[in-house]
Antibody, heavy 122, light 107 residues
Framework: EVQLVESGGGSVQPGGSLRLSCAAS????????MHWVRQAPGRGLVWLSR????????HTTYADYVRGRFTVSRDNTMLYLQMNSLRADDTGVYYC???????????????WGQGALVTVSS | DIQMTQSPSTLSASVGDRVTITCRAS??????LAWYQQKPGKAPKLLIY???SLESGVPSRFSGSGSGTEFTLTISSLQPDDFATYYC?????????FGGGTKVEIK
């Protein structure tokens, strides 16, 4: 059974940093693109970042609103999101999600984690 | 970035109703569109990909259609388990974007 389990959420002050982790199991991790998606309280889904499969050298892509502040990485069966210079509008539930495959035509999400809540507040 | 606009934002319907949700893209995305269902406090669930391909295990009352800039998600006969929020997502561009969501409520 495919499982994605996020950890590392919590409360942080504006300007602070936090690192989220996502543990993958039940599938061979390396060939899949992996993504981070955020959902602010009571709001819709927002894609944040993507990291390609290991064979492509783990190429990364970011949404404009997090580029330069957030860094996605992966190793073995773990996905990470390093978040720096956090702002109040970064508050929300952060999901890791698996892309269907390892091509850009597979950039939709077939499995999701349960989410990790990040609260940025003074 | 490609903007995705869903309508309506809220929909009130009864069990057994046929329900249609529309998603419009700000530029053509061919058929690179997915639909998700999300229930309160839960992660989204993939329903449809490539505009009209039904994900394995998803009931056949769900269907998707469209291409270019206009897409629809149809639930042929609404069931109690279907009251949820639905999102479309384009994956034509590297910057992936979602629609704002459509909440399907009990009438």
């Amino acid at each position: 059974e495919v499982q994605l389990v996020e950890s590392g959420g919590g409360s942080v002050q504006p300007g602070g940093s936090l690192r989220l982790s996502c543990a993958a199991s039940g599938f061979t991790f390396s060939p899949y693109f992996m993504h981070w998606v955020r959902q602010a309280p009571g709001r819709g889904l927002v894609w944040l970042s993507r990291i390609s499969d290991d064979a492509e050298g783990s190429h990364t892509t970011y949404a404009d609103y997090v580029r330069g502040r957030f860094t996605v990485s992966r190793d073995n069966t773990m996905l990470y999101l390093q978040m720096n210079s956090l702002r109040a509008d970064d508050t929300g539930v952060y999901y890791c999600a698996r892309g269907r495959g390892s091509t850009t035509s597979s950039n939709f999400f077939d499995y999701w984690g349960q989410g990790a809540l990040v609260t940025v507040s003074s | 970035d490609i903007q995705m606009t869903q309508s309506p934002s809220t929909l009130s319907a009864s069990v057994g109703d046929r329900v249609t949700i529309t998603c419009r893209a700000s530029q053509t995305i061919s058929g690179w569109l997915a639909w998700y269902q999300q229930k309160p406090g839960k992660a989204p669930k993939l329903l449809i990909y490539m505009a009209s391909s039904l994900e394995s295990g998803v009931p056949s009352r769900f269907s998707g259609s469209g291409s270019g800039t206009e897409f629809t998600l149809t639930i042929s006969s609404l069931q109690p388990d279907d009251f949820a929020t639905y999102y479309c997502q384009q994956y034509d561009s590297f910057a992936l974007t979602f629609g704002g969501g459509t909440k399907v409520e009990i009438k």
